[in-house]
């Protein structure tokens, strides 16, 4: 009697692998065979469930972007919960944040996996519609959180221009903090990570409040 194979955990077995791989050794090396080496599969077992090295690669960067959007969802409801201006607002913010920072080995893998992914996506066509999901995801995000700090208590509300900028200047440290942290972690730490995000929320709560100054009550 055959053996009965689950395929869904079978599939994540392989995209396991895939992460593996590109983790230590980059995108290029992620081929069907490779792959399947990496899995203890023959070539033939992977191949029945992706057919192509193409498929494998696009199904894998969609499962990082589920992953980090589950952590960043979750996060957001813990946020949620507290109550504007307290501290547990504040721990939630930095909590939340981290989620995009390679800060501990699962999110290591996830960040260097994800960033691998986005960055081939500029020249494989096919894992574009992921890459586009992946950045309209953490924008969404992050512009919610934007919102939501500049719009509390000795806060100003800041123009729809104003806020798009705040998103997009949040976006670009944390992709520089996750590219600081994965090439140089003996300086970047996770430490040091927290103490930039503190300065950076520290700077557009000040930001927002002058604006308040600017334009009146």
Same mark, same amino acid.
């Given at each position: +009697?055959?053996?009965?194979?689950?395929?869904?955990?079978?599939?994540?077995?392989?995209?396991?692998? =895939?992460?593996?791989? *590109?983790?230590?050794?980059?995108?290029?090396?992620?081929?069907?065979?490779?792959?399947?080496?990496?899995?203890? !599969?023959?070539?033939?077992?992977?191949?029945?469930?992706?057919?192509?090295?193409?498929?494998?690669?696009?199904?894998?960067?969609?499962?990082? *972007?589920?992953?980090?959007?589950?952590?960043?969802?979750?996060?957001?409801?813990?946020?949620?919960?507290?109550? %504007?201006?307290?501290?547990?607002?504040?721990?939630? =913010?930095?909590?939340?944040?981290?989620?995009?920072? %390679? !800060?501990? $080995?699962?999110?290591?893998?996830?960040?260097?996996?994800? +960033?691998?992914?986005?960055?081939?996506?500029?020249?494989?066509?096919?894992?574009?519609?992921?890459?586009?999901?992946?950045?309209?995801? *953490?924008?969404?995000?992050?512009?919610?959180?934007?919102?939501? !700090?500049?719009?509390?208590?000795?806060?100003?509300?800041? $123009?729809?221009?104003?806020?798009?900028? $705040?998103?997009?200047?949040?976006?670009?440290?944390?992709?520089?903090?996750? +590219?600081?942290?994965?090439?140089? %972690?003996?300086?970047?730490?996770?430490? +040091?990570?927290?103490? *930039?995000?503190?300065?950076?929320?520290?700077? !557009?709560?000040?930001?927002?409040?002058?604006?308040?100054?600017?334009?009146? %009550?």
């Amino acid at each position: +009697m055959p053996k009965f194979v689950d395929a869904a955990l079978r599939r994540q077995e392989v995209v396991e692998a =895939v992460f593996r791989i *590109v983790a230590a050794d980059g995108l290029e090396r992620a081929s069907l065979r490779e792959v399947a080496d990496e899995a203890g !599969l023959a070539v033939g077992s992977v191949r029945h469930y992706f057919a192509s090295s193409d498929e494998l690669l696009a199904f894998s960067f969609g499962v990082v *972007v589920d992953r980090i959007a589950g952590r960043l969802e979750a996060a957001e409801d813990r946020l949620a919960k507290a109550a %504007p201006g307290s501290a547990e607002q504040h721990a939630g =913010v930095i909590a939340l944040l981290g989620e995009l920072l %390679p !800060l501990d $080995e699962e999110r290591a893998v996830d960040a260097c996996v994800w +960033m691998a992914f986005k960055n081939a996506a500029r020249i494989k066509p096919f894992l574009a519609p992921e890459a586009d999901r992946s950045h309209r995801t *953490v924008a969404a995000v992050v512009g919610r959180l934007i919102m939501e !700090l500049t719009a509390g208590p000795g806060t100003g509300a800041l $123009e729809q221009q104003e806020l798009v900028t $705040e998103a997009e200047r949040l976006l670009a440290i944390l992709d520089g903090l996750a +590219m600081h942290a994965l090439l140089q %972690p003996e300086w970047m730490t996770a430490q +040091m990570c927290h103490d *930039v995000l503190e300065a950076h929320l520290a700077s !557009l709560g000040a930001g927002a409040a002058g604006n308040r100054r600017a334009t009146g %009550p």
